[in-house]
């Protein structure tokens, strides 16, 4: 199928660039909110991305904003052709259900929410605003197919969900005030949500996605300046609610920035429209198949043992075990990060060089899937060559990529690319190098099992 391109939606109404960006603060102010004196919302480049800072000294455990319970725009929809909306949004996109009430409430002449919704971004940089060609430049199909899944709903639920509940329920109960909506629109209420809504608790429940103004203008960083503290209070007593506090010691100019959590390159991309090299969090997910394997083992320059092909029953005892065959089975496993393999795809190459059941089973499939599983038990040229065939898996993951590293820092260094395509790029680069990396800690290890080998190979 051919990706449309969402057009990039243009509101007149948006008043991000035109205006002071006091008037947000000073909005939060007069709902009985605080903002602390030094806390500033401050334009941070040219396309008029907004962050806040300190313009004075902050003690850490300072209160630096605090908003009272209505301020935040969240769940439940009350009205009622809203709520049949939101009934036919897939739970995995829950953005777009409060997304819904985002676009009722900017389609309302008076709403309480205006002056927030008034300095939201025009644009968003998520890749369902690219175009088909900038989806095929991430040359990662797992995200390709997510991005093209999220297009097709937003497409689909646009020319048919929305029209017919509109017809169901007359014009006169229109959700969104007689305006048209249309996949545009969407993508950009589901993008502002997903990239600035916070996980909160409400009296005893789960927590619910909510918009929180002020506080969502808060950047992220893996090491944040200040931290989000929630309270428990009712809305009748206006006690703070939602208080963002200082972390540490604040110097002038320095950014307050939040941990957004412990997300992969994948959903900073695909929810908040940005990506951090060398992301800790960031994986390559693969499907485990043992074709594959069998390749990475060729592509290791391995021989491949018949258990690749057909492997014993009990070690098709203990593939089923780590649900990765069967009927129960889970198949995407991962390569980086700290462990550096999945810990299943790691325990499932052991199993299927060994040749002992009876040694494996006395491991057992917990110990399997360590790295400090006795290399003494499993044999120390079997776990070499389960690494060797680990690095043939990178090897191999990186063929989808047709362009190296280099040609991507070329490219990245030109000054006239477009900003998709320059985020498709880092992107794309990011995930090559975590792939590069792990080979280089795998054979980190192989170089120290070697060893190990030589020493103890009898003379
Ligand atoms: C919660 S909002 C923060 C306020 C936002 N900068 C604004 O102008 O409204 C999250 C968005 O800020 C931007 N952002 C936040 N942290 C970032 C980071 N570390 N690097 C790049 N962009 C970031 C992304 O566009 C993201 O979708």
């Given amino acids: 199928m051919q990706m449309a391109r969402l057009a990039l939606l243009r509101r007149s109404s948006s008043g991000r660039e035109g205006s002071s960006t006091e008037d947000l603060v000073q909005w939060v102010r007069q709902q009985g909110g605080q903002v602390l004196p030094a806390v500033h919302l401050q334009r941070q480049n040219a396309r008029g991305d907004l962050g806040l800072v300190a313009t004075e000294a902050v003690q850490s455990g300072e209160s630096l904003i605090a908003l009272p319970p209505h301020i935040p725009l969240s769940l439940p929809i009350d009205e009622p052709a809203l709520a049949a909306l939101a009934q036919r949004v897939p739970e995995k996109l829950w953005a777009m259900k409060l997304g819904l009430k985002l676009l009722a409430e900017r389609a309302k002449k008076h709403s309480f929410w205006w002056p927030y919704i008034h300095k939201l971004p025009e644009r968003f940089r998520m890749p369902v605003f690219f175009s088909g060609d900038e989806i095929q430049q991430l040359q990662y199909p ?233 290399t003494a038990l499993l044999g120390l040229a079997n776990e070499c060559k389960v690494l060797r065939t680990l690095v043939g898996l990178c090897m191999l993951a990186t063929a989808p990529f047709p362009t190296s590293i280099s040609e991507d820092q070329d490219l990245l260094n030109q000054d006239e690319i477009s900003e998709n395509i320059r985020l498709a790029t880092e992107f794309r680069t990011n995930k090559k190098q975590l792939l590069i990396n792990t080979i280089s800690s795998l054979q980190l290890r192989l170089q120290s099992l070697t060893m190990q080998e030589l020493v103890s190979a009898p003379r």
């Fill in 142 to 374: 797992p995200i390709i197919h997510q991005v093209k899944k999220r297009c097709e709903f937003l497409l689909q639920f646009a020319a048919e969900d929305i029209p017919n509940i509109i017809r169901d329920r007359g014009n006169d109960k229109h959700p969104f005030g007689g305006q048209q909506v249309d996949a545009s629109a969407l993508g950009w209420a589901m993008a502002a949500v997903s990239s600035r809504a916070f996980c909160v608790k409400q009296s005893g429940e789960s927590g619910c996605p909510s918009l929180l103004p002020l506080v969502d203008m808060c950047n992220h960083s893996f090491t944040p300046t200040a931290r989000l503290v929630q309270h428990h209070t009712s809305s009748a007593q206006l006690l703070p609610f939602l208080e963002v506090v200082a972390q540490q010691d604040l110097e002038r100019g320095d950014a307050l920035v939040l941990d957004y959590g412990p997300l992969s390159n994948d959903i900073l991309l695909l929810d908040y429209g940005f990506v951090i090299p060398n992301n800790p969090h960031d994986r390559v997910e693969l499907r485990f198949e043992l074709q594959l394997l069998e390749a990475a083992c060729f592509a290791a320059g391995l021989h491949a043992p018949s258990s690749f092909t057909e492997p014993a029953p009990w070690q098709h005892a203990l593939l089923v075990q780590l649900k990765l065959q069967g009927p129960d089975a889970s198949q995407m496993v991962t390569l980086g990060g700290k462990d550096q393999v999945d810990c299943r795809l790691l325990a499932a190459v052991r199993l299927l060089y060994a040749e002992d059941g009876s040694k494996i089973r006395s491991i057992g499939v917990e110990m399997l899937q360590s790295w400090d599983a006795p």
